[in-house]
């Protein structure tokens, strides 16, 4: 089996409500069954929904962990995770934004490399607002899942970020155009799509991902891609986000 440590994705888009938080924890679904430990952690520091999606006993949060490290009461990594499944944790957002504006930029990083050696994979799901929390997090990660739709607002937005992204000369941004999250036809061609914001687009969620009955499962606390009895319309998607999940993998292992 490879060998991977502590790799940190962060999921981010121009836009709200593009899918980003229901690809996180999908995401996390298939790294649980890729047999690799993943963290997940809810870096939309205001408005978090990840317990709220997972029907998560809020007990400790991410700005519990933050005060007890800067006041160095922090003791046991796994006090402030929620434990999924055997390979998902979770660390949920804020009970309240005005904790979460408290939260600096040193904390975030600290908080990261706490966790990095007990993970295969971190997941950072972040807020479509260049917050601190997430302006660290694209800053802090191995690779940024950036989120696209066919909406002109959204794609003008998503050039000029891509644009400075770029200047750090990383090159470790994977550009996702989601077709699921929102049962219509896309208008604008692929084509259009990447002239727009001049980038190429490495992944497609294909409109066949579109659940139509979501809210049941979102009701449920359900993480899509681990609920058999859900699956997608086909088998293929499960695979395609299966195979997303491993290059990611793969990525890192050529980088080493
Ligand atoms: N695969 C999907 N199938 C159906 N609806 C989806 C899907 N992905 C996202 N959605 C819809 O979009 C909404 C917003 O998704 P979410 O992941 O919370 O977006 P973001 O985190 O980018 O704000 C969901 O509540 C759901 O209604
Ligand atoms: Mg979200």
Known sequence: MKNIKGKVITVTSSKGGVGKTIFATNLAG??????????????????GGISVLLN?????????????????????????VYHYS????????????????????????????????NYDVIILDTAHVPSVASLVSLD???????????????????????????????DNIKVILN???????NYFSRFDIKSVIKNNIDYILPNSMFIPNINKYLMDGKILVLNNKL?????????????IGMSLIGDDNDEK
């Open 179 to 185: 077709n699921s999250y929102r049962n219509e036809k």
């Open 140 to 170: 802090i990660s191995d690779t940024i899942l950036y989120i696209v739709t066919d909406n002109m607002q959204d794609l003008k937005n998503t050039a000029s970020m891509l644009t400075i992204l770029k200047d750090r000369k990383k």
């Open 86 to 117: 055997d390979n998902i944790d979770i660390i949920p957002s804020c009970k309240d934004p005005r904790q979460g504006n408290k939260i600096d930029g040193k904390g975030i990083e600290q908080i990261i490399s706490a966790y990095k050696s």
């Open 56 to 80: 998560l006993e809020k007990s400790k949060t991410i700005y519990n962990l933050y005060d007890d490290i800067l006041n160095n009461r922090f003791k046991d990594l796994n006090d402030y």
């Open 30 to 47: 298939v790294f649980d069954y890729l047999k690799k430990k993943v963290l997940l952690i809810d870096m939309d520091l205001s408005c």
């Open 231 to 243: 699956s997608f319309k086909n088998n293929n998607d499960r695979d395609l986000l299966i195979k």
